[in-house]
């Protein structure tokens, strides 16, 4: 069994922690599984036995409390999965670009949304971005990053270059067009900004900036909330 | 000035942590701020002073760190506001309902959302559900929840005995109609579960239960996103 440390993005493996976020992974991309580790105190058979069946003779799994001490001591977690970090490559289609995005759990939620209205390829601009393995990351995928792929860009002009025919929508709070208002072409790339800051003013030359409306009481929709309603209505049937 | 504790939800003054947060309860709400307490090493000179300006004389405020490890061991905060918890009533019109949140954070974003897209009455159904006051909460909106009323009702149908003429609409996943192809009408009532389980059965008899589409590949988009969403959907002109 592969020896438990804490996550550092230098580390060649990553972690999911969760009976859900480990199912998802056991049955959407299960060469990845190098391992599952139950909790002593792990009671659901039921569960046991579904990833006892699905991992058989290839993957190891064992039962011992360390690892979530070092990987979960908050969480109400019971089933971790160590998973095996491979690089993807997206692929030709719609797609999400995030522009440095600061925080895992927002990434996570993205790719969640992602996968729910089929947006299974996700380009994450520049390496100073958050980190698209850390466990929070996957965590707050629901596993979801087990069936979306997702690639790092050293920076924009390096995501164009091979996407060339792509439509591109920056998101921003001074977009000359309103979403619900804008017919969003196929296949198109929906480009967020960094949480805090958002994106680079330079982006108003990019493509079609959109807005999403909202009242002036609030400075700005929440990333994952403004990206989530992007996928919604960029995804909408338009035959009404 | 009011002695700080770690927060219960029997305390009657909760807190505000971080200046966003401080600011927006001093300009929105200043009539519940108590005090203002900055942490001795917060540096932004503008900031302060802005805040000692609104504060005059009505609004004690003290710099010192003891408080800060008491409220907010991990976070990056320098400035806290305390806060006098009020009931509110909500008023006729449009309504956000959720029924059983279980996050705070979730219910803080959820109410940023609300704002953002002009719905200021949110109604929460029975007392188990997570606390509005709770300092996470207010947190999580940045501060929108000076800006909108709260009320916790005892059930579901003390809510419905008060606003009989409110349309209704429940987001379920299996909701006999589609979000996008529904129109809302006003005065609407969104209503949501709670995050794990959902809406119970009954609410399909209630209404116009809608689900929003998504991918079998996902059980179920995050309950923010799903609020947030609805919001939109709700909110949009329909006069293209």
């Known amino acids: 069994m592969i020896k438990v440390t804490s996550y550092k993005s230098s580390n060649l493996h990553t972690y999911g922690l969760g009976a859900t976020v480990t199912m998802e992974y056991?049955?959407?991309d299960r060469d990845a599984v190098c391992g599952v580790i139950l909790h002593p105190a792990?009671?659901?058979e039921e569960t046991i036995e579904k990833i006892r069946n699905i991992c058989g003779d290839g993957i190891p799994v064992s039962t011992e409390e360390k690892p979530f001490n070092i990987l979960s001591k908050k969480d109400n977690c019971y089933v971790i999965c160590v998973i095996e970090k491979k690089e993807t490559h997206i692929l030709d289609g719609n797609h999400m670009v995030l522009v440095r995005p600061s925080n895992c759990g927002n990434l996570g939620t993205i790719a969640r949304s992602c996968l729910g209205f089929g947006v299974k390829d996700i380009a994450i601009v520049d390496r100073?971005?958050?980190d698209p393995f850390d466990p929070r990351t996957i965590r707050a995928s629901?596993?979801?990053l087990a069936s979306v792929r997702v690639e790092v860009f050293e920076d924009f002009e390096a995501y164009t270059k091979r996407f060339p025919s792509n439509n591109l929508y920056p998101?921003?709070?001074d977009g000359s067009s309103s979403l619900q208002?804008?017919?969003?072409a196929k296949p198109f790339s929906l480009i967020m900004g960094n949480e805090a800051t958002g994106l680079d003013p330079s982006f108003k030359d990019i493509g079609k900036p959109v807005r999403i409306d909202h009242s002036s009481e609030i400075d700005s929709l929440n990333i994952t909330i403004a990206a989530?309603?992007?996928l919604y209505e960029a995804?909408?049937?338009h035959a009404e």
């Open 42 to 44: 792990f009671r659901s």
């Open 26 to 28: 056991l049955l959407k």
């Open 228 to 230: 989530s309603i992007g």
């Open 128 to 130: 100073t971005s958050a």
């Open 142 to 144: 629901m596993g979801a």
């Open 171 to 173: 998101f921003m709070l």
């Open 181 to 184: 208002k804008t017919s969003i």
């Open 235 to 237: 995804c909408r049937e």
